[in-house]
């Protein structure tokens, strides 16, 4: 069992409050009556594992949960070659640097590009 609690009655959505796609797939996961727990990945931390977790259920590398093309990225660390736990501090200190919104329900986890997307969970 993983350190995120899943149920399939209902959707976790982590989600950055000031993206407009996260804002978008946090009203559309509502409208279409999804039970929705809504965690803001800048007021609630991620631990290491849970971000292990995470890039574990998106069959990604934890480099690959970095968005790189974010502003303070570039600005701050330029193309570095990192271990997996230099990208975990990376993403601890700077949630802002996640790719999100990413959506939960029971056993599947998805990335989200389009609002719509939750219909996919």
């Not at 990945?41 to 968005?67: M, W």
């Not at 975990?88 to 919104?101: D, F, G, T, Y």
């Amino acid at each position: 069992m993983g350190e995120i609690a899943t149920s399939n009655w209902e959707v976790i959505l982590f989600y950055n409050p000031n993206s407009t796609i996260a804002k978008k797939a946090l009203a559309y996961a509502k409208a279409e009556g999804f039970p929705v727990r809504d965690v803001d990945i800048l007021k609630t931390p991620f631990t290491g594992t849970q971000l292990e977790e995470l890039a574990d259920r998106l069959h990604v590398s934890l480099e690959e949960l970095v968005n790189k093309e974010h502003p303070d990225f570039r600005k701050h660390f330029g193309e570095p070659d990192l271990s997996e736990d230099d990208w975990i501090k990376i993403l601890r200190k700077n949630p802002e640097l996640l790719k999100e919104p990413i959506v939960i329900r029971g056993d599947k986890t998805i990335l989200v590009k389009s609002p719509s997307d939750i219909i996919k969970i």
